[in-house]
């Protein structure tokens, strides 16, 4: 699941509890946003994620061409549930807290 950076014109980024919603089209805070995603540390994970559905969780949608690309689901801070326009699913688990949800929680304010 890989995108091409230069493609993307829209991120979507919706705080599930707190029903705030971004749309970003700037190019610059898009390429902060795909740089902080970048960063986070992943392996795959086949175990339940069920108790960590509360812990905060956000949807971001990120759109090439003006077509859905990628579908990221947060369960807090530990997991990470990645779909693309394939409807290809796969659940990860965060590797060294590598995953900023206070950044997402700043954009989404």
């Not at 610059?28 to 970048?38: A, F, H, M, P, T």
């Not at 905060?56 to 689901?73: D, M, P, Q, R, S």
């Amino acid at each position: 699941m890989t995108i091409n950076k230069e493609n993307v014109d829209k991120i979507h980024i919706r705080g599930v509890n707190s029903g705030n919603i971004k749309n970003i089209k700037d190019k610059n805070k898009i390429n902060e946003i795909l740089s902080n995603l970048s960063n986070v540390k992943l392996v795959e994970y086949n175990g339940d994620t069920s108790k960590n559905r509360t812990k905060g969780a956000y949807e971001i949608v990120i759109y090439e061409n003006h077509k859905y690309t990628l579908f990221i689901y947060t369960l807090g801070k530990e997991y990470l549930i990645i779909s693309d326009s394939e409807k290809f699913l796969k659940r990860y688990k965060v590797l060294d807290n590598s995953f900023d949800r206070e950044y997402m929680e700043k954009i989404t304010s």
